[in-house]
């Protein structure tokens, strides 16, 4: 599992006590013969803890796929404000000298 913090402290500075903070997980990864164990809820359930130990009020997630359904039965919810989806492409050459 991976995730790191957004708390908006970190971009402005200043007092973070008034900042809420919040974390954003980047992916929880279990091996495919190992899936359907439990592990990942586990995962996340140590990170809920962790979270309101050191008060972290919330955790943001993307996903697709079989991962939406993992994370809606682990209690997350689609939020009111989504991001875009965005990509950009670079022209790869096919070699030195070569035209993309």
Same mark, same amino acid.
């Given at each position: 599992m991976r995730a790191h913090e957004r708390t908006l402290?970190?971009?402005y500075g200043g007092?973070?006590?008034?900042w809420p903070r919040d974390l954003v997980l980047? @992916?929880? *990864?279990?091996?495919g013969e190992?899936?359907?164990l439990g592990i990942g809820r @586990?995962? *996340?359930d140590a990170l809920l803890r962790r979270m309101a130990e050191v008060r972290i009020g919330a955790v943001s997630a993307i996903a697709e796929g079989p991962?939406?359904?993992f994370l809606a039965a682990c209690g997350f919810r689609i939020a009111a404000r989504?991001?875009?989806a965005m990509c950009l492409a670079l022209a790869v050459s096919s070699g030195p000298g070569r035209p993309p």
């Open positions: 402290h970190l971009a007092d973070e006590s008034v980047d @992916g929880v *990864l279990v091996a190992h899936r359907r @586990g995962l *996340l991962d939406v359904n989504r991001p875009v």
